[in-house]
């Protein structure tokens, strides 16, 4: 009883010897059981995973936001077990989108060297500052993910007349066959050097704030880069396994990330993924996308109103 209580007032964020001694203090007292919380994350998670489907966005988008503004755990174990939710979704899905070539590759390697690298760099800022600045700059950015997804319309197919210097150096060109139309398609990108420098963004984001960058990831790739929307989510979805990897490493590290939130959160994500996956065929996607960008806003000002002491 005392253990457990010790690992759920480190997950809340006392930590070390102050954690065991008011586990201790409080083995005597009424509480609830040991899987109560584990179990909410569960149920709950299953739900999200469900949505996050529907609407075409990654889990640990909704994921992070939501659980660090209404459940009792500290920003830092929320923004671990968010990069190990990210994580799964991503490592589930990567082989089968390399093995039909809507993952590319030449066009993801590059990106994960900068993204990884940065995504690093910003998992270590984000837990160097203090929690209640990261919880407002979290805020800041979960609003304007949410007007990013209101805003942007992606392409199927850019146009792109000419590859530039980099993009032919790297390679970053391919054929896809697209079952939907029966056509085969070829692709390149442009503006290649831009689209670089926005992922040193991307990742420091990726990484401070424990979200997966697929929301970042797509935008770039296909209306900057020029790659097909379908090669473009693919891609998105493998850089995941790489850049959500990095960040990953430092906050294990740092021993923020408990099994008990980040087990019953990837169970459940995935679990509500397959339902979803059911489900998208008869939902209304344009419903379910402006009920997730009301979400995100609601979660958003949340967030920014924790931070604030508000």
Request: net charge positive; charged share 10%.
């Amino acid at each position: 009883m005392s253990l457990m209580g010790a690992v759920f007032a480190y997950a809340t964020g006392t930590g070390g010897d102050q954690a065991i001694a008011e586990a201790a203090a409080a083995a005597g007292a009424k509480s609830g059981p040991w899987w109560m919380w584990p179990g909410i994350l569960l149920v709950f998670c299953f739900v999200l995973g469900i949505i996050a489907v529907l609407a075409g966005v990654g889990g640990g988008v909704l994921f992070v936001p939501l659980v660090s503004g209404f459940f009792p755990f500290h920003l830092d174990f929320v923004r671990g077990t968010g990069l190990l939710v990210a994580l799964a979704g991503a490592l589930a899905a990567g082989p089968g989108l390399l093995k039909r070539n809507m993952a590319s590759l030449r066009l993801a390697l590059p990106v994960a060297l900068i993204a990884s690298s940065c995504a690093i760099v910003g998992a270590m800022i984000g837990l160097a500052l203090p929690t209640n600045v990261t919880q407002i700059a979290l805020g800041g950015t979960i609003l304007f993910i949410a007007i990013l997804l209101l805003v942007s319309k992606n392409s199927a197919l850019p146009v792109v007349t000419k590859q530039d210097a980099i993009g032919v150096a790297l390679g970053m060109n391919g054929v896809f066959f697209d079952a939907a139309t029966n056509e085969r398609i070829e692709w390149k990108t442009h503006r290649t050097l831009p689209g670089l420098l926005l992922f040193i963004i991307i990742g420091l984001m990726a990484g401070m704030f424990g979200l997966g960058a697929g929301w970042a990831n797509v935008p770039v790739l296909n209306l900057m880069m020029g790659a097909p929307l379908k090669v473009a989510v693919g891609t998105s979805k493998f850089l995941l396994s790489i850049t959500d990897t990095s960040a990953a490493w430092i906050y294990l590290n740092q021993g923020c990330v408990i099994p008990l939130m980040a087990i019953p959160s990837i169970i459940g994500l995935m679990a509500g993924s397959f339902v979803g996956v059911r489900l998208l065929a008869k939902a209304k996607p344009k419903f379910i996308r402006y009920m997730v960008i009301g979400v995100l806003l609601f979660a958003g000002a949340r967030s920014l109103m924790k931070g604030l002491g508000i």
